[in-house]
């Protein structure tokens, strides 16, 4: 089991920045890696990027926001942030962390095989 909870999203100013936290726990969180993920109005969800779960503090960002965000692992024991810079109005969604089996870019690969457990999301909106 695999508890995943966000915070620290909220409004912020296009070209601004923001980082969001995901606190994972549970008995089996150690076996996961944490994915980043964001929904939209009217859009699909997208991936973001991960951190793996083998200590290394190995991450993969996706293409689509690869030098804007970043994830990374926090000292605290199962933290996970994504820091989003130079925002923009599209970038306005609810971002949620996921406990997913892997984290490269062969994980992002049809057929995606969907994260195990899912946070409930903390919303970010960037205003014009």
């Known amino acids: 089991e695999v508890r995943l909870v966000e915070s620290g999203g909220g409004l912020v100013q296009a070209g601004g920045s923001l980082s969001v936290t995901c606190a994972a726990s549970?008995?089996?969180?150690?076996?996961?890696?944490i994915g980043w993920f964001r929904q939209a109005p009217g859009k699909e969800r997208e991936a973001l990027g991960c951190?793996?779960?083998?200590?290394?503090?190995?991450?993969y960002t996706l293409d689509s926001v690869k030098g804007r965000f970043s994830v990374s692992g926090g000292n605290a024991k199962n933290t996970v942030y994504l820091q989003m810079n130079n925002l923009e109005p599209e970038d306005t969604a609810v971002y949620l962390c996921?406990?997913?089996?892997?984290?490269?870019?062969?994980?992002?690969?049809?057929?995606?095989?969907?994260?195990?457990?899912w946070g409930q999301g903390t919303q970010v909106t960037v205003s014009a």
């Open positions: 996921a406990a997913q089996r892997f984290c490269s870019a062969a994980y992002y690969l049809p057929p995606i095989v969907d994260p195990e457990y």
């Open positions: 549970g008995s089996t969180v150690r076996g996961y890696a």
């Open positions: 951190i793996a779960s083998n200590g290394d503090g190995s991450t």
